[in-house]
């Protein structure tokens, strides 16, 4: 990654709650200038972020907002980290594949694969400029086939294999993350009425993508908990 003395800039997507806002802190107290986006903008003054990060909000399925964070980035000139971390977990309560009809897989395969892949190819010349890293928020329920996490599960390998591939593609370091189970509003959306606190916050695995970009290892799939 460009060690220079001009600010490193990173956009996360989906910084308004959970490991996005937990990354989001976590990069800006490291020196990074952050660019991150959601679709709640009351979310985003109730995170209370720090200087130096700056709020798009939108939708990342939609066009003309994916338009604007192009913009901003352009505007700064460079772009050392890109996060694909939104995501949504598709109809609550989650369902068996034979339950999914197509509308419900439109939307998850749009937020999870499609926003994230057109999203990359639109910044991929300051990316490339920046020697950049490109870092995609991956699950175990895209390597292990758990009951009710299908539609999920298959949007997250497919957002490895897309993450994996712009990296052979382009050059780019590209990586794909498996965090591990948090205490977030999302993983208790997938397990209502189940007592979740057991689990680690999403701070703690911020430290562990901090070293990941900071060793810069070779491309790939990696766990969190194996990381730092």
Partial sequence: MDTNAEARVALVTGGSTGLGLALTRGLAADGWQVI????????FKEADLPDGVTVVVGDLTD???????????EGRGRL???VHNAST??????????????????????????GPL????????????ADGVLLSISSDAAVHHYGTWGLYGASKAALD?????????????????????????MHQD??????ISDRPLPEAVVPRLL?????????????AEDLG
């Fill in 211 to 223: 070293s990941l970009l900071a060793a810069r290892p070779a491309s790939g799939r990696y766990r």
């Fill in 63 to 73: 066009a003309d907002h994916r338009a604007r964070l192009r913009a901003d980035v």
């Fill in 36 to 43: 991150t986006d959601g679709r709640s903008e009351e979310k």
């Fill in 161 to 185: 294999h897309v993450t994996l591939t712009y990296g052979e593609e382009t050059g780019l370091t590209a990586y794909a993350v498996d965090p591990g189970d948090m205490r977030t509003a």
């Fill in 89 to 114: 977990l598709g109809p609550l309560p989650m369902r068996p594949l034979a339950e999914v009809d197509i509308t419900d897989l439109q939307h998850v395969w749009r937020t999870n694969i499609g």
């Fill in 80 to 82: 050392d980290l890109l």
């Fill in 118 to 129: 057109v999203l990359t190819s639109a910044l991929l010349p300051w990316l490339r400029a």
């Fill in 190 to 195: 997938a397990f209502p009425g189940e007592d």
